[in-house]
């Protein structure tokens, strides 16, 4: 072997050790209603982010193919260069009547959004203010940036002021998920775009799990908060997630959106997205405004699993969104609850540190609309043959 995997060998059976070794599944086949085929047996995937089902809609499957028809597959170049396309174009015009801003710009992924985002408006004058449980993505981002970064207590506008406080000669920022990825409770909104606004800071909120799937409409938490494009000047959300297709998008005013196609770095130095994922994705934004009985339902199922988890006894968190984790504290429990639901036929993964914080190990629980009531009630009886014990009681 040589030096230098031997060093990495090492580090990885350390990782073993502490059970927060990492491996991926092979799914060899998708079937209808969030069944998935894994080493030749069909499980029930709860632990998808396709909120809204859509990942596997024909409708949407019919738009890509008719978008590699006209288009090919390829972007070809950089949005700057010669890859940004109709289809593109007018993918962005829907996102800005959608979300209701001035304008908006595609990114291949939300991790570039993000980093994209902070390169081009943060630098070595400016502060950054995070919540401590936003999306790796957005911590990455800050510290590249080169800006002071703060954490704030999660969900605690008061800490956010606090921190905003130690000041600046430059911007300040206040960042946040609208609905945090891991524990599924909604940012308060509100209350930070007060605090923001009082120290003439952006606040930027990154709503990859809002977007589609919160408020009535769908449009994500800040139409459910009230909160317009001079409240939070930038908006993140992708495409990936409820939407069911792939990338992500920045919404905001003219010259928001002008300064990151000058400088974001991660929209300039890279290849645009194929142009029939534009087309599929302006057919399922389409279906994901109009279709309201996914958000009905998701409603229904969430209440559903909330009062059969509740009813014995697991810790779960305070969120109304299809993220429901429960939690169990370390790693061991949470892989070995995960295993338990894996042999009954349900994926559920274990999420560890460092995805979140010592000690609050999990398992993530999210919910579709392509689930039916009785996959809920069946994934609660499983729950209930076994035996999982909450943080609190581990002794
Ligand atoms: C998933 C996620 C991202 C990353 O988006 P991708 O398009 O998967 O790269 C960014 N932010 C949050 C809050 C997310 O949950």
């Given amino acids: 072997m040589r030096a230098s995997d031997a060093g990495l060998t090492t580090e990885l059976a350390d ?12 799914v060899s086949r998708r079937e209808a209603g969030a069944r998935v085929e894994l080493d030749g047996r069909t499980l029930l995937n709860f632990c998808s982010n396709d909120y809204l089902g859509l990942a596997g809609d024909q409708r949407i499957g019919e738009a890509m193919k008719a ?13 700057l260069v010669t890859g940004h396309t109709a289809a593109h174009h007018a993918l962005e015009e829907d996102l800005a009547r959608v979300t209701g801003r001035d304008r908006a710009l595609l990114f291949s992924t939300g991790y570039m959004a993000n980093l994209g985002v902070f390169a081009a408006l ?18 990455d981002a800050a510290r590249l940036s080169g800006a002071r970064v703060r954490r704030f207590r999660h969900a605690d506008p008061a800490a956010a002021d606090a921190r905003l406080s130690t000041g600046t000669h430059g911007r300040s920022f206040v960042v946040t998920d609208g609905v945090f990825s891991m524990d599924g409770d909604v940012a308060p ?25 919160i408020g009535s409409d769908g449009t994500g938490s800040l139409s459910q908060a009230g909160l317009s494009q001079s409240d939070v000047p ?32 991660t929209y300039i130095y890279t290849t645009a997205p194929p142009p029939a ?18 958000r009905d339902r ?11 988890a509740e009813r014995l006894g697991l810790a779960m968190t305070d969120s109304r969104s299809p993220i429901q984790p429960i939690l169990l504290g ?15 036929g349900f994926w559920v993964t274990a999420i560890r540190p460092p995805t979140v914080p010592e000690g609050s190990a999990r398992l993530r629980i999210t919910l579709s609309a392509a689930h039916e009531e009785h996959d809920v009630d069946r994934l609660v009886d499983a729950l209930a043959d076994m035996d999982v014990t909450g943080p609190q009681s581990d002794g």
């Fill in 15 to 26: 990782l073993e050790a502490r059970q927060l070794y990492r491996s991926r599944r092979v």
């Fill in 67 to 79: 978008g590699v028809d006209r288009w090919g597959t390829g972007a070809t170049a950089a949005h």
């Fill in 122 to 139: 943060a630098g070595r004058r400016d502060l950054i203010v995070e919540d401590r449980l936003n999306h790796a993505s957005l911590l």
């Fill in 189 to 213: 909104l509100g209350e930070l775009s007060t605090v923001s606004s009082r120290h003439g800071a952006w606040l930027v909120v990154d709503d990859a799990h809002g977007f589609g799937v």
């Fill in 234 to 265: 930038v908006l993140i959300a992708t495409l990936g997630k409820a939407i069911g297709t792939f990338g992500a998008f920045v919404a905001g005013s003219e010259a928001v959106i002008e300064t990151l196609i000058q400088r974001a770095r």
């Fill in 277 to 294: 994922v534009a087309e599929a994705t302006r057919r399922a934004l389409g279906i994901a405004f109009a279709e309201t009985w996914r």
């Fill in 298 to 308: 998701l409603v229904t199922l969430i209440k559903r699993l909330r009062r059969g």
């Fill in 330 to 344: 370390e790693p061991g429990p949470a892989l070995r609850a995960s295993e338990a639901l894996f042999e009954k």
